[in-house]
């Protein structure tokens, strides 16, 4: 690493020494959503602990509404104003972003019905599904992450942009927006959304407690611009399986971070505090890190920080169908049915609540009204 | 005691009460539904009917089941197969039609390789009116759907890449089952696609049929019937579906009157055109109906009116 300068706020900017040494620097990017790309992709990709810390904690993240909401996020003021030092360092980036269009599941195809409307599924759609559904009953949780992990989308490229870094963003946001934005008349009281079986840290491995809550809050509670989806102190139901399961090779400081770490506290700026620099700087986990196939040691922190928004804001948060003792342990309610869920949703947002359900696939970003 | 019907109404209830995704969910208040494309009719896809699996099932059918009906019902007698004899790759198969016992008739009738590389072009409005009955007409007889009602490329298109792939097709020009037991005339539609797909068509004709399962009737007695095929016929240069079509009746009626009487009568007549009609005289409908029964040698006899002392 190498230290190029520093931001006006005093933020460092740590390079990657053969990218900043380098005459030419191409970064491929695909944007699935509008958080990604652009100076993020530099500065955030190509920097180490020292220089992420300055964007990627509580504050940073709690003033970031929302993340995938460039201009009026925190995270993305902080890598922009990194991206200039690194402009200015005389580091030249050729930038290449893409878009790709949602086609998730394929249009025909066994899993084809999963990005449909519920309401639009034919009888033989129904049949299908469930047959998936008692099929997936009594197969092994292994077999099941395979055949879905093995699943490669049949995604289409929608437009690709090329050049100077910010110019090339700009119109990979428009892009990405033309498809995705949609307009939401006001907030609700009840968000209700299902998560899915994969997230951008669990690919080939196992979705743990931390990467769901992360997923839920940190990335599907932020698809939005302007509002949020749920009002101030309304309540947010996911449904997932939440299993107290982690991979061992990948996410080993997960493992700490769950046992040690959230039996004392869950609140993100608690945890910066008191625990952050352990986990950045501990010698087993770097070495893990470096020379094994684990995620950093700070990364779960991360992962936690990511929800702080969500978590600021909310008044309730419900996981439907997860394991009780690991929701219990993210300090969320748990529910066995979506019925329970609104049962206990009543108890902060009243007997007659407002609900809107967030359907994914397709990945969509709410632009509330 | 509970009746089907009250039976019946309970089993839905109940089915209903399971809610989705055992029901279709119903569209939320406010969203625009899409519309439903119409998978019925001359839309009903067929290509899984001619799927390995389904087409294992169907020579099941025809071989295990309607060859001993038919041969139970209709003792049919088979004439002209030798006709066949330099017949090569695909063909059209053009009958006239009497009754509903026809398809399996002639299914059972068409000889090896067609009989299995076969497809029955069926009415869109009549076979593959409901989910059930198209499921079970492409299945059990591998029956395509013909728009009878209106004009449209999409089933000549359709039947034309079959033929294409080497699929024989077996059509009723005629459009329908007869009314009255006498023919009706035939429409173009076989000749059209001989002439686009550049196939020969063979035609056939089936008698005794109406007198098993006529039009209007539900449960079939059993008749002796004849199925008489024809030489294939290939259109002339430069010759229209029109002109070609007629042909192809004027054959059908040869075979007709070669049915009824004799081969050598039966082509001295065809050669001066004169072999009797399979449309019967145009005349009011109670003489048609006499007509058909001196046609069929079957008059009424003089019943006694006085015991014999």
């Known amino acids: ?136 009953e009594i197969l092994p949780v292994k077999t099941k992450r395979s055949i879905f992990g093995g699943w490669q989308s049949p995604y289409e490229l929608t437009s ?82 939440t299993p107290w399961e982690f991979h061992p090779v990948h996410h080993p400081s997960y493992i700490d971070f769950f046992e040690q770490v959230l039996t004392e506290t869950t609140d993100p700026v608690e945890i910066e505090k008191r625990y952050e620099k352990q986990f950045a700087e501990d010698e087993w986990y ?84 | 005691m509970k009746t089907i019907s009250s039976l019946a109404y309970g089993f839905r209830n109940k089915f209903l009460k399971l809610g989705f995704p055992w029901v279709e969910a119903p569209s939320p208040i406010g969203v625009e539904s899409i519309t439903k494309k119409n998978s019925l009719g001359a839309d009903y896809d067929t290509d899984w009917a001619r799927r390995p699996g389904a087409r294992f099932v169907r020579a099941v059918v025809v071989e295990t089941l309607m060859r001993p009906v038919m041969s139970f019902l209709a003792s049919p007698t088979r004439e002209g197969l030798d006709r066949l004899g330099n017949l090569e790759g695909p063909a059209i198969f053009a009958a006239n039609h009497q009754s509903h016992a026809d398809t399996p008739l002639l299914i059972t009738s068409i000889p090896e390789p067609w009989r299995h590389e076969l497809v029955i072009g069926a009415a869109a409005d009549y076979f593959f009116n409901t989910k059930a009955t198209s499921a079970l007409s492409a299945l059990a007889i591998g029956a395509v759907p ?75 007695r059993r008749s002796k019937s004849t199925v008489t095929f024809g030489y294939p016929m290939n259109p002339e240069k430069d010759e229209n579906a029109r002109s070609f079509s007629a042909r192809i009746e004027k054959e059908v009626r040869s075979l007709a009157d070669e049915t009824s009487s004799s081969w050598w009568n039966a082509r001295k007549r065809a050669y001066v055109d004169t072999s009797p009609s399979l449309t019967g005289p145009e005349i009011g409908a109670w003489r048609r109906s006499w007509a058909l029964s001196e046609k069929d040698g079957k008059t009424q006899k003089r019943r006694r009116r006085w015991p014999v002392i």
Request: include cysteine; glycine fraction near 10%; charged fraction near 20%.
């Open chain 2, 146 to 220: 013909i728009d009878r009602t209106k004009v449209s490329r999409q089933s000549g298109d359709m039947i034309s890449g079959l033929i294409g792939e080497g699929w024989s097709l077996l059509i009723y020009p005629e459009g329908g089952r007869s009314p009255d037991g006498w023919g009706q005339p035939f429409r173009g539609g076989a000749a059209y696609l001989a002439i686009r797909c550049g196939v020969p068509v063979v035609p056939i004709h089936v008698s005794g049929t109406g007198k098993i399962l006529r039009k209007g009737k539900n449960l079939p």
């Open chain 1, 286 to 369: 770097i070495h893990l890190y470096r020379n094994s196939y684990a995620y950093h040691g700070v990364h779960p922190l991360y992962m936690w920080y990511w929800g702080s928004h969500a978590m600021e804001h909310l008044g309730r948060i419900i996981i439907v169908g997860g394991d009780k003792k690991a929701v219990n342990r993210l300090g969320f309610q748990s529910a066995s049915t979506l019925q329970d869920a609104l049962e206990i949703a009543t108890d902060v947002v009243g007997p007659q609540p407002t609900i809107t359900h967030l359907k994914t696939p397709p990945l969509v970003m709410a632009d509330v009204i």
């Open chain 1, 1 to 136: 690493m190498v230290v190029l300068g520093e931001t006006p706020h005093g933020e460092e900017v740590h390079f990657c020494k053969r990218a900043a040494e380098s005459d030419l620097l191409v970064y491929v990017n695909i944007n699935l959503v509008s958080m990604d790309g652009g100076h993020k992709s530099t500065a955030t990709g190509l920097a180490g602990y020292t220089g992420l810390r300055h964007h990627h904690n509580p504050h940073t993240l709690k003033n970031s509404k929302s993340i995938m909401d460039r201009e009026n996020s925190a995270l993305h003021a902080s890598n922009w104003r990194m991206g200039d030092v690194i402009k200015d360092a005389g580091v030249k980036i050729f930038q290449i972003e893409t878009t790709v269009n949602n086609n998730t599941f394929g249009r025909e195809g066994p899993l084809a019905l999963l990005q449909k409307r519920e309401w639009e599924w034919s009888a033989r759609d129904r049949a299908q599904f469930i047959a998936m559904q008692r099929g997936l």
């Open chain 1, 160 to 241: 690709i942009q090329a050049g100077e870094v910010e110019a090339v963003h700009q119109k990979t946001i428009e892009n990405v927006y033309a498809q995705q934005l949609v307009q939401v008349e006001g907030q609700t009281d009840i968000l209700t959304m299902g998560l899915p079986y994969i997230c951008p840290y669990n690919v080939n491995s196992i979705m743990n407690p931390i990467l769901v809550m992360c997923l839920g809050l940190g990335y599907f509670f932020n698809l939005y611009k302007g509002k949020p989806l749920v009002r101030e102190g309304g309540v947010l139901i996911m449904s997932h399986p």
